[in-house]
């Protein structure tokens, strides 16, 4: 099992800068990829950006390629999403996901995600 917590969320102004965190705990962290998602209300939950497990992959959703970072320290067993550039669009509750690493590509579905944090909300004024 992986215990999963995300903070960092809040209310900013457009045009900024946020910086998401997920402690995880309960597995070796470098035995995971990793993920953020996010979902509005009334919404699906969305791929946000991906990490493969020695951060030598990345993926990001083209709604948030070249404003957001994921990253991941290892030895501290976090995840990280820099926000940049932030626009009103990206309001959400985000979630950090987890599932054991594979061969293959990164993944973008909800589905092939076993673990979950309970989400952090982010909600970006104009």
């Known amino acids: 099992q992986v215990r999963l917590v995300e903070s960092g969320g809040g209310v900013v102004q457009a045009g900024t800068s946020l910086r998401l965190s997920c402690a995880a705990s309960g597995r070796t962290f470098s035995s995971l990829e990793m993920a953020w998602f996010r979902q509005d209300s009334g919404k699906e939950r969305e791929f946000v950006a991906a990490?493969?497990?020695?951060?030598?992959?990345?993926h990001y959703a083209d709604s948030v390629k070249g404003r957001f970072t994921i990253s991941r320290d290892n030895a501290e067993n976090t995840l990280y999403l820099r926000m940049n550039n932030v626009k009103v669009e990206d309001t959400a509750a985000y979630y950090c996901a987890a599932a054991p690493r594979r061969a293959g590509p990164l993944r973008v579905g909800v589905s092939w995600y076993d673990f979950w944090g309970q989400g952090t909300q982010v909600t970006v004024s104009s």
């Open positions: 990490i493969s497990w020695g951060s030598a992959t990345t």
